[in-house]
């Protein structure tokens, strides 16, 4: 036993140290955890804003980079159930810290195809240090078919496309497993040892966190793909592309390299971190001396009252938590509810950029900015206007459910004329496009003596405002460069482009797609869809919180966020590339097998891509609509209830009045 002396110095050096270390004090860690869920949500967004730009790099069909961007949600799916029972019985801020490296280790093994991989190769009408062939009309030149496009397919490179995927895959299971403790041990670790007072102001400021991190990681993609992507293998003069060339590539990698490298600085705190620590004191007038007894007194009953039980009890008591919620009509239609919502979602984030770039002809690094600045601030407004309007006027359950009606039957409003706001498909010679009735079809006539190769990839803007694939296909058999920076300034002598009867000339790049005036209404009903939508955030969380029993409150929680991973952000970003996929009319193609889409149908991509996002809302908001008439039928059923027990009087009557009949028989 120790003496009081001896135990009342141990207890002012304890509360030294309390003051003198900062990894004693939440405030540190709610700043370490804010700073680490920034940069977990940098790498995992990151793909998002780049998805694109990896498809054109490696030639992936949007259904494959769908599954890439939804791979994640595997290994957090598998592991988030144990999240619930592992929660106080181990080292929540190392664990937090061993899957910052996970997620780190994730965003290099992402970049790793960039250094594994040549350089980027891409068709071109002036021969440089990749290849002496062109892509212009040689009549008479047997050669000329053997451009880049087709001189690609070797073995070697059929496995290098395989090993590329193999490490991104693995990538995203990694990042995907270490994201599971990180929010879930985070926000305990801070609700067991913070001030009640001072408890739902931290975690607020984690889920803004949550909510910006995404904006901040188009903004980075934004940033990153206007770097050409072999920026670190060849020199500037040698790039022959600009940024609005439909063959540009951007630094896709380096944005992995950034967030990587924010992971692994943000888990270095993790592993200084305490099990337990004392528990935030809110502002009061009690001594130094007094403060410190309670710190200790509470660090020695919490390491004495653990609770324990069995993991075989947990697995046991799980499905009959699962079942009894699951039967609760008001939870499951308000998890369907938002199930069709995430899926909204992950249609919005992982393809709102492709979608931009080929409805609007943008850049890929515009199309990011776009989504990161107004788009996702555009949607936290949403957020905090529900949840204003909710403490505003503290509402009942079919107040909340009337609301979520409200804001989404708005959000149908304004995001249905988005499906006529967009640009027809350009027309492109031989694809959306026939010459015939002009100068005789020009694979058959105009360009059939310049033996042009079919996978070549080049677009040029014909002066007849028609697109072709290459120089070749539009007979095109002299080009004029600009000296100072190597780069093409047109070509001329185009036996395809017809001009008062003489050959014409074009310009290197995609014509576009000629309706930028239709941009700025889509930005503004889009970014005004996403905030009504948002509103019913808050109000659908309040009406799974008060419609179930307290005691399940953590798992139904848990299996709410189960249910999202599993209905909606695993199978979303697959089924929105698939339908992108079918509206694809030219495709790339590698080693024989069809690689990257290279020009869409663009009314279709429109109509297929924004009606599947236009059905997920109906399908949130009849959800809603069956919540408020069920909801709206307990709270009569409760009235009547109410108003029997209220008039016992007239119970005994009502009594009275039936037994009166039998009597007089």
């Known amino acids: 036993m120790t003496s ?7 207890s002012d050096r304890s509360w030294k ?28 967004g990151y793909l998002k804003s780049s998805i694109s730009t990896i498809e054109r790099r490696y030639g992936l069909s949007s259904q494959t980079s769908g599954l890439l961007a939804s791979f994640n949600e595997v290994g957090n799916t598998l592991l988030i159930v144990f999240i619930s029972y592992f929660g106080s019985r181990v080292h929540r801020p190392r664990f937090i810290g061993c899957g910052a490296i996970l997620v780190s280790l994730a965003g290099f093994l992402m970049s790793l195809p960039h250094f594994i991989t040549g350089p980027y190769e891409y068709d071109q009408s002036i021969a440089s240090m990749f290849s002496n062939t062109t892509d ?18 070797t073995p070697h490179a059929a496995r290098e496309n395989h090993e590329v995927l193999l490490v991104m895959f693995i990538a995203q299971a990694l990042l995907g497993i270490g994201g599971v403790p990180i929010q879930p041990f985070g926000i305990s670790y801070i609700d067991d040892f913070a001030s009640e007072r001072n408890s739902p102001l931290y975690l607020g400021i984690l889920f803004s966190v949550t909510v910006i991190g995404p904006g901040v990681a188009f903004m980075l993609g934004s940033a990153m793909l206007r770097f050409y992507v072999d920026i670190d293998k060849v020199t500037r003069d040698e790039v022959q592309l600009t940024n609005k060339d439909p063959r540009w590539v951007g630094a896709w990698w380096l944005g992995f390299l950034v967030a990587a490298s924010l992971v692994a600085l943000s888990a270095v705190p993790y592993f200084f971190f305490p099990r337990e620590m004392p528990k935030e004191v809110a502002s009061g007038k009690e001594s130094d001396s007094k403060k410190s007894e309670e710190v200790l007194s509470q660090l020695r009953s919490r390491s004495e009252h653990v609770q324990n039980p069995s993991l075989t009890k947990f697995i046991k008591h799980f499905p009959l938590v699962l079942l009894r919620n699951l039967r609760h009509p008001v939870y499951l239609l308000v998890v369907l509810a938002q199930v069709n919502l995430s899926a909204m979602v992950a249609g919005l984030a992982t393809f709102m950029g492709k979608f931009l770039e080929r409805q609007f002809s943008l850049t890929a690094s515009l199309a990011n900015m776009i989504i990161g600045a107004v788009n996702i601030p555009g949607a936290m407004v949403g957020i905090v206007v ?10 009942s359950l ?96 185009c036996s395809c482009i017809s001009e008062n009867g003489l050959w014409g000339f074009a310009k290197p790049g995609t014509c576009g797609t000629g309706c930028s005036h239709l941009f700025l209404p889509f930005v503004v009903l889009s970014c005004l869809a996403g905030i009504l939508a948002s509103t019913s955030h808050t109000p659908s969380f309040m009406l799974i919180l008060r419609s179930i029993q307290p005691e399940d409150k953590s798992f139904a929680v ?101 037994k009166s009949p039998e009597s007089k028989v």
């Open 17 to 44: 140290a309390l003051h003198g270390n900062p990894f004693l004090s939440i405030k540190f860690f709610v700043f370490c955890h804010g700073l680490l869920q920034l940069s977990q949500l940098l790498v995992s």
């Open 4 to 10: 009081p002396a001896a135990r009342s110095s141990y």
């Open 136 to 153: 212009l009309c040689q009549p008479g030149v047997p050669g000329s078919r053997g451009n880049l496009s087709d001189g690609g397919c």
């Open 386 to 395: 529900g949840g204003a309007i909710l403490k505003r006027f503290q509402m």
């Open 398 to 493: 079919r107040q909340c459910s009337a609301m979520c009606i409200l804001g989404m039957f708005l959000c149908l409003l304004t995001a249905f004329p988005l499906l006529f706001l967009g640009c027809p498909t350009q027309k492109v010679a031989g694809v959306t496009y026939s010459q015939s009735s002009e100068f005789g079809h020009h694979t058959l006539e105009c360009n059939l003596q310049c033996n042009c190769s079919e996978k070549a990839y080049n677009p040029i803007c014909g002066s007849n405002h028609v697109e072709y694939i290459s120089p070749c296909s539009a007979g095109c058999r002299a080009v004029n460069i600009n000296e100072d920076n190597n780069s093409v300034l047109n070509y001329t002598n």
């Open 558 to 658: 848990g299996i709410q966020f189960m249910l999202l991973r599993v209905l909606a952000w695993m199978p979303g970003p697959v089924l929105y590339g698939s339908a992108i996929d079918t509206t694809c009319i030219l495709w790339e193609r590698r080693c024989d097998r069809k690689a990257a889409c290279r020009y869409y149908d663009n009314n279709l991509f429109r109509q297929r891509y924004l009606g599947l996002q236009f059905f997920f809302e109906v399908g949130a908001f009849l959800c809603f609509v069956t919540v408020y008439v069920i909801l709206r039928r307990q709270e009569k059923e409760a009235n009547k209830a109410a108003e029997t027990k209220a008039d016992p009087e007239k119970e005994k009557l009502a009594g009275n009045s039936i």
